[in-house]
Structures are given as C-alpha cells and as structure tokens.
C-alpha cells in the first residue's frame, strides 16, 4: 500500500535483534508490539556469513553493549533468526492482528523473503550504496521504506534513480529521514532533513528514531511523517547491541499514544471554531454595553459606552456604527446596546 494514502501514520516496531537469538524472547517480543497498538512489527533477516567478514570491527556502541573482544561477526552470529522461525513468528503476528516484517541485510536473505509475500520492503540504512541489493528490491514491484542514516543528499537520490530504474513507481516509496548512532544526541537530529527530502525527491516521508525518548518521534509526525519507526526492547538492560537505544513496553505504549493524539490534534487545518468551543464564544467575548446609565434620546458616546462580557450583544467591532446614534430607551449601567 501507498503509504502516502494513509490517514494515519504507520508505526513500526522495530524488535531488531532485540530477541538475542532466543524465539521465546521474539515472541514476547511480537507480544509487547501488539498491545502497544503499533501497526508493524519488525526483526532483522541476515546470515553472519552473508553479511560480514570475519575481521570486521564493531561500531563503538556494539562494543560498549556487548564483549569488546568479539568480532562483529561473532555477535552477529549469535542474533540470527533461522528462516525457519519466520513462518512461526509470522503465526503469532496474525494471532495477534499485527503485520510482521523483517529487513533483509543480504542479497540470499532477501531472497528468502519475497517467499514470505510482504506487504512492503524495507531498506535499511547501510544497504542505500549497496547496488545489486537496490535493484533486487526494485524489481519487487512492493511499496518500499528506504532508511537514509549515514547518507547525502545524492547518494540518496541515485538509491531512489537505482530502484526506479528496476522498477520501483516512485509514488509506491517512502524515504524515512535517520540517524545512525545509537541512540542519536539530540543535538545530531536535524529533523527539519525530513522535509527536505520531501520537496528534494517528492516522495512520502518519515523518521527512524534513534534517539532514546518519544519526543522526537511526536515531533516528526507534526512535521508530516506518515511512518515512524522505532527499536523496542522487553529490558533496556539486556546483553546486546540495540537494547539500550530502544523503548520499554511503557515507553513504547506511549509513543503509540502520544502519536494518535498528535494526528488528531493536527485536524484537517481549516481554521474555524470547533464544536468544542462553539458553547464559549458568548461567555468569552464581549458586547457593547452602558458604561453608564443613559436615558431615551441622549447619543451614544465613548464616554456612555464600554464592552464587557457576555458576547451576546453587539459586537465591539461594530462601535463606530453605534457611536453618534441616539438612544431609542434608557438603559441602565452594564445594561446590553440594543439599536
């Protein structure tokens, strides 16, 4: 689907590697996505093999989470899903009226899930100068969610020119804005890059979070975002490498709260009063109304005239069409202008 045709924004769970090699934990995983109300729940399909040598170091954050003399290879290995447990984790997604989707880090890994017929694609941020795996996505003919973390403005554009040449409409693609240090400082968001990707590329846009609280998720959903996605975990002090940068259940519940208010609070930018409010407007405002007693015939001046509440009378803002004409009965002090 279109994400651009959407009326709400599409959250994603991100569980990631989150489940540490256990499919119980993964379960309990899809289980925690669930109840939050999230519309997606998403892990990560890779071979150590496929995707890593095996000298490869770990980024600064693997290693502060994990054992620092572990290669990348090593800890990969141990957080692989076995395509096996796919069908099963998907089982317990349907069980429980949630869409499961996992990101293929590997050309066979991708190939083994155009097998699970997804509703979409994602592409994550380190695979956007990754050519072959760009045309294999495209010539999915499925919506795709390109992650942008790390990436210029052009090499963004040339991942968007490679999938559209494979066959990629470009209205089926949503490029979601990122950062990729985990969790991002604050200071390294630079949300506004959103929206100019929205008018560099004009696609649909929307934000990875990576930070370590739900504001900024609220924040790009203000700005227009039509997908958040964001990394859960069931214990942020788990062993492994994601744990720490990702939301508690409660945190995650509240994301998840915290962004249907704000669709519904962004309202469809008519600028009228609500229905809410409509009952207030007399009590509110103000009227014209005696500053002083005034008797039959006597004219209406500045120095007779005043506006008080309630707003039920004449409106000051037609004073000068009252100023200058005469009295038709005596009004009291505080009494309503009646012409």
Wanted: aromatic residues 6%; glycine residues 6%; contains cysteine.
């Amino acid at each position: 689907m279109n994400e651009k045709s959407r009326n709400k924004t599409l959250i994603i769970a991100e569980a990631g590697v989150n489940h540490n090699g256990d499919l119980k934990l993964a379960h309990e995983l899809i289980d925690i996505a669930s109840d939050s109300g999230v519309d997606v729940v998403k892990f990560q399909t890779f071979t150590a093999e496929s995707l890593v040598t095996e000298s490869a170091q770990k980024a600064e954050y693997q290693s502060a989470s994990t054992d620092p003399n572990e290669s990348q290879y090593s800890m990969l290995k141990k957080l692989e899903i076995p395509s096996s447990a796919h069908w099963e984790l998907m089982d317990h997604c349907r069980l429980k009226g949630i869409e499961f989707l996992s990101t293929a880090f590997d050309l066979e890994s991708l190939d083994f899930l155009t097998k699970l017929n997804f509703n979409r694609y994602k592409i994550p941020s380190g695979e956007i100068t990754n050519l072959p795996y760009l045309e294999a996505i495209g010539r999915l003919g499925k919506p795709v969610i390109l992650s942008t973390g790390m990436a210029t403005l052009g090499e963004i554009e040339e991942a968007i020119q490679t999938l559209e040449r494979s066959g990629l409409d470009r209205d089926f693609l949503t490029v979601l804005h990122c950062n990729t240090e985990y969790p991002t400082p604050v200071s390294d968001v630079n949300l506004l890059a959103m929206l100019s990707l929205k008018t560099a590329f004009g696609v649909s846009v929307g934000y990875s979070d990576h930070t370590s609280s739900i504001d900024i998720s609220l924040a790009a959903v203000a700005l227009g975002a039509v997908v958040i996605e964001k990394h859960f975990t069931i214990d942020k002090n788990l062993p492994g490498p994601d744990h720490k940068a990702s939301l508690d259940p409660i945190e995650l519940k509240a994301m998840v709260k915290g962004i249907r208010n704000v669709e519904q609070a962004l309202g469809d930018g008519i600028k009228r009063p609500t229905k809410s409010e409509v009952k207030n407007i007399p009590i509110a405002r103000k009227s014209i109304v005696a500053k002083s007693s005034i008797k039959r015939g006597e004219v209406f001046s500045e120095l007779n005239l005043t506006t008080k509440r309630p707003g039920n009378g004449i409106s000051p803002m037609r004073l000068e069409e009252v100023i200058g004409r005469k009295a038709k009965r005596d009004f009291q002090k505080d009494d309503l202008i009646e012409l």
